[in-house]
């Protein structure tokens, strides 16, 4: 009943022309920047705040909520047309819908992307009003060993579904990692592969690599033979979705609703792992798997749906306690100080307009999400049709300029273009760039948080396994390997990153 | 009529030529001005620019834009105003951490005491000593005790080199003499899920990040870091009375532009401080950090180029005899 009642407080905020206007906003910027390659929501969202000053603090918020899972919205339609993607969990998402763009489904695919994007949207949205705080609470149990545990599993399940090129998997995985390093170690503040430039010291931009070694070298590859290319595919056949291929999405838009749902719901890069951990699951259970990577619609279905429901539950620890779990939610929370609110645990008692408000818009944000993207998908798939020659200096262009908002960095450009040629070569000898984003994106995580646990037991590795959260995790990490050397399971195993011959 | 209207547009022009020329130092200032924080956007120092900049915006009749360049414990964007041409469109809000980078960064590419020419002092936002809610001591005297006689079984987060955080737990190790593992966190928000997650003990933070946790219990508060107690936080005994007063250190920030710029553009951007720091949204919303702004007096060069000075050699000590240092 307190629920009910509470949510009907929120949707009457949320229905308030107002906040509906300033929701749309949100989303259609969010959708807009989310396109844009290299322009994610971080961007938008600082450059926003000012603006937000003259705002009451509900439209400001639901304006700033819109336009971060606005970004998770668009953010695949890049990915999918020029293989493009603008942040972690759309990398997974260009691996198959590229394909499927190349074979002239990008309709279909964009619209497996919003569908399931919606469905995975209103599933979060009634988790965080009924559970959030439950779910905050449980997530808190996990430390630095737990993480630890989780990534490793993650990184297991995707290696041990690699064969044939799994020798090249594994040395992309740990290219990967070696970038990641790049940068001032968090622990010691020794800068580590920056060469004593001073620029390198926060890292490596994941943005920058990502639109290097998926979109310049597949813009390169592209140039390779001026008669050869075979980028940009004039005919589509059909926008819409048919029958099978419904049926073909239902089971993995549940499954990548759960799981995103859950990792979401973990401050500590819970949410970067949701779209890498759907498509190794999809793939691993699929009666086909020898579609993956060329254009499978499950590969595209499950990761959507779970990077959506991840972005949506990663505000439960924001919400209900005040922590934020990335960097776009530590924005949020300048946002809500800068408004006058202090996030925190008392937000949900002290603010119940508020709090139920921005719940209640994240529904409707999500309806007009879809709205808005069902209708655009043609306008999208037009694009295609647009000569290869305008097209790739104005992504280039959009990808620096993007790159460049974020920090001011000049190196984040400059590595655009170094990565844009190691993807080349890289592509050439025919290593994939998906597995080589994984261990970028997760190796960082790894260390960190196993340094961590290290630290936190003075140097005892035992503490992994006293832990039951970290043991059980573990165990099944354990497991997925036993299992992948198994002869039976041999025979079945697919590749789970390879994405072309 | 012809010639007149040549004429007369002829003297109009000469007339704005000699009235921009006049001008030029009293027009200061002309187009808007960027105010670089070293830090990432939505941080606590990010939030006391962005209120800052939105009232000196009015009162200089331009758009005063934050720019976050974050990076190397924020030598990346001080290094970057210290090189910016000295016309008083580009300046620099940094923290307390302008007087501790040359100790911990051994090859900084510049000089905070002679590349910048000081503004004035903003705010010095107060810290507190939490700890998860189930930790045994419940008073600072208890908290003292048990830090000696449990030593480095005790963990201490802090958000990373050189963070504000980090610097309190040194000087509460100082202060006590002893040793507690230390545990860096990539920013304060991580380091505040473990503590309320259970995961790690204690943890030396600003008020921006603590204060709402306290109120709401989810952890456990000692003191907090100042000469007097905080009005939102009445209960909370200062260091000084709880009996460790050689625990006083806060956040103290500063807004700097590049060494050269004229007095007259200095003074110009001083009282647009000045004019913010007395604003009551601005008071307000420091009040909600925790915090309050400095008084006029202090929001001035004279002042700031004091507490650089001062802090500079503080921190030499503490950060050498720690032996803690980035690169």
Same mark, same amino acid.
């Given at each position: 009943?307190?629920?009910?009642?509470?949510?009907?407080?929120?949707?009457?905020?949320?229905?308030?022309?107002?906040?509906?206007?300033?929701?749309?906003?949100?989303?259609?910027?969010?959708?807009?920047?989310?396109?844009?390659? *290299?322009?994610?929501?971080?961007?938008?969202?600082?450059?926003?705040?000012?603006?937000?000053?003259?705002?009451?603090?509900?439209?400001?918020?639901?304006?700033?909520?819109?336009?971060?899972?606005?970004?998770?919205?668009?953010?695949?339609?890049?990915?999918?047309?020029?293989?493009?993607?603008?942040?972690?969990?759309?990398?997974?998402?260009?691996?198959?819908?590229?394909?499927?763009?190349?074979?002239?489904?990008? *309709?279909?695919?964009?619209?497996?992307?919003?569908?399931?994007?919606?469905?995975?949207?209103? !599933?979060?949205?009634?988790?965080?009003?009924?559970?959030?705080?439950?779910?905050?609470?449980?997530?808190?149990?996990?430390?630095?060993?737990?993480?630890?545990?989780?990534?490793?599993?993650?990184?297991?399940?995707?290696?041990?579904?690699?064969?044939?090129?799994?020798?090249?998997?594994?040395?992309?995985?740990?290219? *990967?990692?070696?970038?990641?390093?790049?940068?001032?170690?968090?622990?010691?503040?020794?800068?580590?592969?920056?060469?004593?430039?001073?620029?390198?010291?926060?890292?490596?931009?994941?943005?920058?690599?990502?639109?290097?070694?998926?979109?310049?070298?597949?813009?390169?590859?592209?140039?390779?033979?001026?008669? *050869?290319?075979?980028?940009?595919?004039?005919?589509?056949?059909?926008?819409?979705?048919?029958?099978?291929?419904?049926?073909?999405?239902?089971?993995?838009?549940?499954?990548?609703?759960?799981?995103?749902?859950?990792?979401?719901?973990?401050?500590?890069?819970?949410?970067?792992?949701?779209?890498?951990?759907?498509?190794?699951?999809?793939?691993?259970?699929?009666?086909?798997?020898?579609?993956?990577?060329?254009?499978?619609?499950?590969?595209?279905?499950?990761?959507?749906?779970?990077?959506?429901?991840?972005?949506?539950?990663?505000?439960?620890?924001?919400?209900?306690?005040?922590?934020?779990?990335?960097?776009?939610?530590?924005?949020?929370?300048?946002?809500?100080?800068?408004?006058?609110?202090?996030?925190?645990?008392?937000?949900?008692?002290?603010?119940?307009?508020?709090?139920?408000?921005?719940?209640?818009?994240?529904?409707?944000?999500? !309806?007009?999400? !879809?709205?808005?993207?069902?209708?655009?998908?043609?306008?999208?798939?037009?694009?295609?049709?647009?000569?290869?020659?305008?097209?790739?200096?104005?992504?280039?262009?959009?990808?620096?300029?993007?790159?460049?908002?974020?920090?001011?960095?000049?190196?984040?450009?400059?590595?655009?273009?170094?990565?844009?040629?190691?993807?080349?070569?890289?592509?050439?000898?025919?290593?994939?760039?998906?597995?080589?984003?994984?261990?970028?994106?997760?190796?960082?995580?790894?260390?960190?948080?196993?340094?961590?646990?290290?630290?936190?037991?003075?140097?005892?590795?035992?503490?992994?396994?006293?832990?039951?959260?970290?043991?059980?995790?573990?165990?099944?990490? !354990?497991?997925?390997?036993?299992?992948?050397?198994?002869?039976?399971?041999?025979?079945?195993?697919?590749?789970?990153?390879?994405?072309?011959? | 009529?012809?010639?007149?209207?040549?004429?007369?547009?002829?003297?109009?022009?000469?007339?704005?030529?000699?009235?921009?020329?006049?001008?030029?130092?009293?027009?200061?200032?002309?187009?808007?001005?960027?105010?670089?924080?070293?830090?990432?956007?939505?941080?606590?120092?990010?939030?006391?620019?962005?209120?800052?900049?939105?009232?000196?915006?009015?009162?200089?009749?331009?758009?005063?834009?934050?720019?976050?360049?974050?990076?190397?414990?924020?030598?990346?964007?001080?290094?970057?105003?210290?090189?910016?041409?000295?016309?008083?469109?580009?300046?620099?809000?940094?923290?307390?951490?302008?007087?501790?980078?040359?100790? @911990?960064?051994?090859?900084?590419?510049?000089?905070?005491?002679?590349?910048?020419?000081?503004?004035?002092?903003?705010?010095?936002?107060?810290?507190?000593?939490?700890?998860?809610?189930?930790?045994?001591?419940?008073?600072?005297?208890?908290?003292?005790?048990?830090?000696?006689?449990?030593?480095?079984?005790?963990?201490?987060?802090?958000?990373?080199?050189?963070?504000?955080?980090?610097?309190?737990?040194?000087?509460?190790?100082?202060?006590?003499?002893?040793?507690?593992?230390?545990?860096?966190?990539?920013?304060?928000?991580?380091?505040?899920?473990?503590?309320?997650?259970?995961?790690?003990?204690?943890?030396?933070?600003?008020?921006?990040?603590?204060?709402?946790?306290?109120?709401?219990?989810?952890?456990?508060?000692?003191?907090?870091?100042?000469?007097?107690?905080?009005?939102?936080?009445?209960?909370?005994?200062?260091?000084?009375?709880?009996? @460790?007063?050689?625990?006083?250190?806060?956040?103290?920030?500063?807004?700097?532009?590049?060494?050269?710029?004229?007095?007259?553009?200095?003074?110009?951007?001083?009282?647009?401080?000045?004019?913010?720091?007395?604003?009551?949204?601005?008071?307000?919303?420091?009040?909600?950090?925790?915090?309050?702004?400095?008084?006029?007096?202090?929001?001035?060069?004279?002042?700031?180029?004091?507490?650089?000075?001062?802090?500079?050699?503080?921190?030499?000590?503490?950060?050498?005899?720690?032996?803690?240092?980035?690169?």
């Amino acid at each position: 009943m307190d629920i009910i009642a509470s949510l009907g407080l929120g949707f009457s905020v949320a229905l308030d022309p107002i906040n509906i206007f300033y929701c749309f906003i949100g989303v259609l910027l969010g959708t807009l920047v989310g396109v844009l390659p *290299g322009i994610g929501p971080t961007a938008t969202i600082a450059m926003l705040l000012p603006i937000t000053f003259s705002l009451s603090p509900t439209a400001a918020l639901i304006m700033l909520a819109g336009i971060y899972y606005g970004a998770q919205y668009g953010g695949s339609t890049t990915a999918i047309l020029i293989n493009l993607p603008g942040e972690s969990s759309s990398a997974v998402t260009a691996i198959d819908g590229y394909q499927m763009a190349r074979k002239g489904r990008a *309709g279909a695919a964009l619209a497996t992307a919003a569908l399931g994007s919606f469905f995975a949207g209103t !599933v979060a949205t009634l988790l965080l009003a009924f559970f959030a705080p439950p779910l905050a609470r449980a997530a808190l149990n996990f430390g630095a060993p737990e993480y630890f545990a989780l990534i490793v599993l993650g990184l297991l399940v995707s290696i041990a579904l690699a064969h044939g090129s799994l020798l090249k998997a594994l040395g992309m995985i740990v290219l *990967g990692l070696l970038l990641g390093m790049v940068g001032q170690d968090i622990y010691t503040g020794q800068p580590r592969f920056t060469f004593g430039v001073r620029e390198l010291y926060s890292g490596l931009n994941f943005v920058s690599v990502a639109v290097g070694v998926f979109g310049v070298a597949e813009i390169l590859r592209n140039l390779e033979s001026e008669k *050869g290319r075979d980028v940009m595919v004039k005919t589509v056949t059909g926008l819409w979705l048919s029958k099978a291929d419904f049926r073909r999405i239902i089971a993995p838009v549940i499954r990548g609703t759960a799981l995103g749902s859950l990792l979401g719901v973990l401050p500590g890069g819970g949410h970067i792992l949701s779209s890498f951990a759907s498509y190794s699951t999809e793939k691993r259970i699929s009666k086909h798997p020898e579609e993956f990577g060329h254009g499978a619609i499950e590969g595209v279905a499950g990761p959507e749906s779970a990077n959506n429901a991840a972005a949506q539950t990663s505000f439960i620890p924001l919400l209900t306690l005040g922590i934020p779990a990335h960097p776009v939610m530590a924005l949020m929370v300048g946002a809500f100080i800068l408004q006058g609110i202090t996030p925190g645990p008392n937000v949900i008692n002290d603010q119940p307009a508020l709090f139920w408000g921005i719940i209640a818009s994240m529904w409707i944000g999500n !309806v007009l999400l !879809v709205l808005l993207n069902l209708p655009l998908i043609g306008l999208w798939v037009k694009m295609l049709s647009i000569p290869y020659r305008a097209l790739f200096p104005a992504i280039v262009l959009f990808a620096c300029i993007g790159c460049f908002s974020i920090n001011q960095n000049v190196y984040d450009i400059y590595a655009i273009g170094f990565f844009g040629i190691v993807g080349y070569v890289l592509i050439r000898f025919g290593c994939e760039p998906a597995p080589l984003l994984l261990g970028f994106v997760l190796g960082p995580l790894l260390e960190e948080h196993l340094r961590r646990a290290m630290i936190i037991s003075r140097g005892d590795p035992m503490i992994f396994l006293e832990r039951p959260i970290s043991a059980t995790l573990l165990g099944l990490a !354990v497991l997925a390997v036993v299992i992948a050397a198994l002869p039976k399971f041999r025979k079945k195993r697919n590749e789970v990153f390879v994405e072309e011959d | 009529m012809k010639t007149n209207a040549i004429k007369f547009a002829a003297a109009a022009l000469l007339a704005g030529l000699a009235m921009s020329g006049t001008a030029f130092g009293q027009d200061y200032p002309t187009k808007p001005v960027t105010v670089v924080v070293p830090f990432s956007a939505g941080g606590p120092t990010d939030t006391v620019a962005r209120l800052i900049a939105e009232v000196m915006s009015k009162d200089l009749g331009q758009q005063v834009v934050v720019q976050n360049v974050g990076g190397a414990g924020g030598t990346l964007g001080a290094g970057q105003v210290a090189t910016a041409a000295d016309d008083g469109y580009t300046l620099l809000l940094h923290h307390i951490g302008m007087s501790t980078a040359p100790s @911990l960064y051994r090859s900084l590419p510049y000089d905070p005491q002679t590349d910048f020419a000081t503004i004035g002092l903003i705010t010095s936002v107060p810290m507190t000593l939490v700890a998860r809610k189930d930790f045994e001591p419940d008073t600072l005297d208890e908290l003292i005790a048990f830090v000696k006689a449990n030593g480095e079984d005790i963990t201490y987060a802090h958000a990373g080199i050189g963070s504000a955080s980090q610097l309190c737990g040194m000087l509460f190790m100082e202060a006590l003499g002893t040793q507690m593992t230390t545990v860096p966190y990539q920013g304060s928000g991580p380091a505040m899920t473990d503590i309320i997650g259970g995961q790690i003990d204690l943890l030396c933070d600003q008020t921006t990040n603590t204060t709402s946790q306290i109120q709401a219990g989810e952890v456990k508060a000692y003191a907090v870091t100042t000469p007097e107690r905080l009005g939102n936080l009445p209960d909370l005994p200062t260091t000084a009375e709880a009996g @460790l007063p050689g625990l006083q250190v806060g956040v103290w920030h500063g807004l700097y532009a590049p060494v050269g710029t004229t007095p007259e553009i200095i003074a110009r951007l001083g009282s647009s401080l000045q004019a913010a720091l007395a604003d009551p949204t601005v008071i307000e919303r420091f009040a909600e950090l925790g915090t309050v702004p400095v008084s006029a007096a202090e929001a001035t060069p004279a002042a700031l180029t004091e507490m650089l000075t001062s802090q500079t050699a503080q921190w030499k000590g503490i950060i050498d005899a720690a032996g803690i240092y980035a690169e």
